[in-house]
């Protein structure tokens, strides 16, 4: 059912990045596979989006958006945010409407972030039940670094750990939800969540960044091993404690800050 946390960073002057994180596992009955994509970076404009629930229609219909966003014909990167949500929803609700719903075994939620200017970002939820109606929200953060969204089946056990982590010394810090993620995700009792973290995010400039992720001393992306690739350096890497590492080597960056988790002795 997975596991999706959305959250905002901030610094001294603001709102300055915003982030979506999932697991990977896909489950039916009690087969699952570890390499579902659950959360997308637009390539060329400010937008990221991620779903949980029902996987089928979501993963295909956000495939869909994303890939007519990215060649400009659903929207123009300069447009108000609210703008790009309604053709978003618009999209999705047009391509629902033929779908056959008795293969629909679940709701679902789709999450949408955009980044508004230098300093807002907007944030969106979107979701079908099974009583077959929709409904829709715009989703508000906080003035200091915290969660925006946590939802899926694993939400429960993240929201525990997370309350452990904002007592600490490092509450209120965009690593303090990153880290929970990591150790919540390795730690996980829920059966349907598992395989490696998956991040995508926006800063106050660029487009949507899709990250590299180092797991358990693996490169993944998009919650598929990489290590038999080249060219890593040109993603962005993080290890579990969220700090910027060298795709290659592994190792911190040269400068990069490093980021103690206080409950990792």
């Not at 969204?149 to 007592?167: D, H, I, P, R, W």
């Not at 810090?173 to 990153?178: H, K, L, P």
């Amino acid at each position: 059912m997975t596991l999706i946390v959305s959250w905002i960073g901030v610094d001294s002057r603001g709102p300055a990045s915003l982030y979506m994180m999932s697991d990977s596992r896909i489950s039916w009955d009690k087969d699952s596979w570890d390499f579902g994509k659950k959360v997308f970076a637009f390539k060329n404009s400010s937008d990221i989006i991620g779903y949980c629930g029902d996987v089928h229609f979501p993963l295909q219909v956000i495939s869909h958006v994303v890939n007519l966003a990215d060649n400009g014909v659903i929207f123009n990167d300069t447009d108000a945010s609210n703008k790009k949500f309604e053709r978003i929803k618009y999209k999705i609700q047009e391509l629902l409407e033929p779908y056959p719903k008795k293969y629909m075994k679940e709701s679902f939620s789709i999450l949408y972030g955009t980044r508004v200017s230098k300093k807002e970002f907007a944030c969106y939820e979107l979701s079908w039940g099974k009583s077959k109606r929709w409904s829709d929200s715009k989703v508000s953060y906080s003035e200091y670094s915290d969660k925006v969204y946590v939802l899926g089946s694993g939400a429960k056990e993240f929201n525990s750990k997370y309350e452990l982590y904002q007592q600490s010394e490092i509450q209120r810090t965009s690593r303090a939800i990153y880290q929970c993620f990591c150790d919540t995700l390795e730690n996980i009792e829920d059966p349907l969540c598992g395989g490696a973290p998956q991040l995508v995010g926006l800063y106050r400039i660029r487009n949507g960044i899709d990250y590299g992720i180092m797991y358990q001393n693996e490169r993944y992306l998009s919650g598929v091993k990489v290590d038999n690739l080249g060219n890593f350096d040109r993603l962005e890497w993080r290890n579990k404690l969220f700090e910027r590492i060298d795709g290659k080597t592994k190792k911190i960056i040269d400068g990069a800050q490093k980021q103690p988790n206080p409950f990792m002795k």
